[in-house]
């Protein structure tokens, strides 16, 4: 059951004047470059600075794995497979013998960018991403429980339209949910960029090319601690904490549209054994 | 037609915390260097060699400075630039990248810990504060690596090599307070006890072979059995050495002595003066 749910908050409180607007922060050399915002305050795809992308999940998607989950942010798709907690395999050795041990790989599918990808995993990119989701879902699974174990979580994108890594979070958080893993939090990614000094939460492929700062955060709604910080591009120290409140509350909005998956998803698995 | 530029960092000593190190060699790198000149007229590039012309350096917009953060007990405790030992026991990493104009160019934070929005506002105050420090110094040590590059003293290596080895562990001397030595050690003295008497009573194995004193238990801790006859196969050889190299006097020998012929001296100790002494009778062995 797909939980559909667009995200509308009221608009930003600096009012935008016409007319007087900074030339757009585009590509250089590219004559028609969208401006990220523009005079009535709209972005490139119609939603306002603070809005999220429509975001459809499902839950529970392959009969085979102990969990899965496939989730839709705007255009881009992300399909997460758990396995777990399971006997070590391969190495016994590496096996950690308080706790489990979280394996995550991520790979994009050769069909999932504009030009068709050689390696859909094994690059710089998918090894560094896959560490990160690692130490995340490290931090947020209880693996106490699973002394000697391993849980291993395969996340891939379907289509990249910005916010990759955002949607794998999303998607592995769902379906480690799936596999009945315990876990402290929910674990909820967003980003967060900024056009002249209005911050923007969830951006897409263009807005991510456009050059500008971007925020990557991954948060435990309910403790609002930080399981995973990311930067890239140049950000004024004065301008990072209304960043960080963006993609703060854009994580706790979407926290909001998970449960209600997981909920939703929970009535209709007991309707299912009732009868 | 572009140039292409490499840089190449090499890691000499690992003692915590290289990408803040790597990014300031870097950049100081990057700033040092310098290009052969060039002029561009329609189609035509002409690269004029550095006896042409000077070479000019690179235009360097900003200078990052990357500043490391360690966490500690679930970001209870903060430590900045750590070293290698603090690196291998803490919890999580956090690595904030900013400029002198307090633009923040990265944030990283890795190894699974948990922050609160606060504390990584906290560290890039922190941040921005060591970046102005460091900045001010990479100014300067370019400015003066120019200023005597011109005048023709030395730089680089040279610079440093008088001073300190670069790769060398440098540590700095601790300040050892001495005045009260001389007073600390009187009041020592005048509190202990005497020491007790102790009498040297030799005993002469065989001519060459003395023993002085029966030797103590071990007081180290428990040693096995084959560890215990080491010990006192050593403490023998130890008695013996000590033996042959002090004259000493005793009591007791003129009152005992055994019908014995002189003992041949067949030692070639260097001492000026050989003390052969009478043999005793062997006390009972303790141990």
Redesign the interface.
Known sequence: MPGVVVLSLPPPPRAVHAGSRSPPRGRPGNMAAPELLSDEGYRADGRRPAELRKVRARMGVFAQADGSAYIEQGNTKALAVVYGPHEMRGSRSKALPDRALVNCQYSMATFSTGERRRRPHGDRQAGELALHLKQTFEAAILTRLYPRSQIDIYVQILQADGGNYCACVNAATLAVMDAGIPMRDYVCACSAGLAEDTPLADLSSPEEAAGGPRLVLALLPASGQIALLQLSARLHQERLEAALEAAGQACRALHAVLDRVVRDRLREVTALLGD | QVWQIRLDLHLLNHDGNIIDAASIAGIVALCHFRRPDVSVQGEEVTVYTPEERDPVPLSIH?MPICVSFAFFQQGTYLLVDPSEREESVMDGL?VIA??K?????????????????DQ??RC??IT?VKVAEITELIQKALENDQKVRKEGGKFGFAESIPNQKITAFKMESAAVDTNNVEEQAEEIITKADPPSEVFAKPILHTPGTAQIGEGMENSWGDLEESEKEEAVEEEGESEVTAFECEKIETEDTSTMRETKDEPIVLSDSEEEEVVILEPQELPKKTR
């Not at chain 2, 104009?101 to 929005?117: A, N, P």
């Open positions: 900003h956090l900013m400029n104009h307090r633009e923040i160019c990265t944030i990283q934070s890795s190894g699974g810990i948990m922050l609160v929005k990584v506002l890039s105050k921005a």
